[in-house]
């Protein structure tokens, strides 16, 4: 299995609260990413990293930041919590951005009531 | 937008079975198209295909890509319960601002019985 950590695994907070997942990975894979994934929508990149402080949106990045200041954590932080960001998160690695697939994490299952 | 659409969105089979998933795609610049077999947590590899024609295979399952149809299949022979899962299939766009991205399907549900 490729060596990436998410955590928490799980996580339940209510509306409003800021809250961060974090990922984290053993590979020195120069490139990372954040998906949710949610029943009739599959997989989404919500932002992906390029490098130690290089990040860019995906297409549901409203309402998500991203932080990447080592190369072995990329930082998914909800700002302010709503109900409609309830999902399974995955983050994934790759070395190469087309060349090589990506692998992905365990995810974690964040509920916002 | 890139569009990738899988087909059928579930299927139950009995064991020993051969089953067929498919893939459609549209993306602006295609750079290759990825097969992925999800169980309870991570999605994890299964092909990679950029090539038309040319099949990819790894035991009961293989592989391939027709990009002047724009498709890919996804064949299983002889199926286990241990096949039970969401086989997801993902199109790597190759131009401009959207390089490198994936875009996925919605995956399709197999359940395979004893």
């Known amino acids: 299995d490729a060596g990436i950590t998410q955590s928490p695994r799980h996580k339940v907070t209510e509306t409003g609260t800021p809250v961060t997942l974090r990922c984290h990975q053993t590979?020195?894979?120069?490139?990372m990413y954040w998906y949710r994934q949610d029943p009739g929508h599959g997989l989404r990149l919500i932002h992906y990293?390029?490098?130690?402080?290089?990040?860019d949106k995906g297409e549901v990045s409203d309402g998500y930041s991203v932080s990447r200041s080592k190369t072995e954590d990329f930082l998914l932080t909800l700002e302010s919590a709503t109900s409609s960001q309830t999902s399974v998160y995955f983050c994934?690695?790759?070395?190469?951005?087309?060349?090589?697939?990506?692998?992905f994490g365990d995810g974690t299952r964040l509920s916002i009531l | 937008e890139d569009k990738v659409v899988q087909s059928p969105l579930s299927l139950v089979v009995h064991e020993g079975d051969t089953v067929t998933l498919n893939c459609s795609y549209e993306?602006?610049?295609?750079?290759?198209l990825l097969w992925y077999k999800q169980e309870k947590k991570a999605p994890t590899f299964l092909f990679m295909l950029?090539?038309?024609?040319i099949e990819k295979k790894s035991g009961r399952l293989s592989s391939i890509l027709d990009k002047k149809e724009l498709f890919s299949i996804l064949n299983i022979t002889a199926t286990q319960t241990g096949d039970s899962a969401v086989y997801l299939c993902?199109?790597?766009?190759?131009?401009?601002?959207?390089?490198?991205?994936?875009?996925f399907g919605q995956g399709t549900i197999l359940t395979v019985h004893p």
């Open positions: 993902a199109v790597v766009n190759a131009g401009g601002t959207s390089y490198g991205k994936l875009t």
């Open positions: 590979e020195n894979h120069r490139y």
């Open positions: 994934a690695i790759s070395m190469t951005v087309s060349n090589q697939p990506q692998h």
């Open positions: 990293s390029y490098g130690v402080k290089d990040t």
């Open positions: 950029t090539s038309s024609g």
């Open positions: 993306v602006t610049n295609f750079r290759s």
